[in-house]
């Protein structure tokens, strides 16, 4: 991933799609929040996104300042939720495949304990 500036917007390079990031923030906080989601620590994120500190202690220390810019916390507050939604729909989607799964299972059995198709779809109408 990586970002550009272009006619005063940011513009974030993702899955080959350019998305137009918000211009409130700059790279460097953009960045900071991407090293957060990568699962760096505060410091760390905080070095790795360009910020000149002497150590990551330091960073930590900057990076708790830079999380009270109200910006900062929105754009972290947004990302939240766009993961959660993302989540939702592939939770959604697993429980749809292994409901799928248990079904044919189910079928499978019931037609190896009846002996066949018809008595097993007979066998699934009283479940």
């Known amino acids: ?3 550009m500036v272009a006619l005063g917007a940011i513009y974030r390079r993702e899955s080959g799609v350019d998305k137009v990031m918000s211009s409130e923030l700059d790279i460097k ?14 410091g760390q994120a ?15 220390a900057a990076a708790t300042r830079l999380l009270k810019n109200v910006k900062v916390g929105e754009e ?8 959660n939604r993302i989540n939702r729909v592939r939770l959604a989607n697993m429980s749809e495949a292994v409901l799928v ?10 037609s190896s304990l009846f002996g066949g198709s018809e008595n097993s779809e007979q066998s699934l109408e009283l479940i």
């Not at 972290?76 to 993961?83: G, N």
């Open 46 to 60: 905080y070095m790795e996104a360009g910020y000149d500190v002497e150590n990551t202690d330091v960073g930590s």
């Open 76 to 83: 972290l507050e947004r990302r939240i939720r766009e993961l």
């Open 1 to 3: 991933m990586f970002y």
């Open 101 to 110: 799964r248990l079904f044919n299972l189910v079928k499978d059995a019931s």
């Open 29 to 42: 906080q953009l960045k900071f929040i991407d090293n957060l989601f990568k699962g760096k620590s505060r």
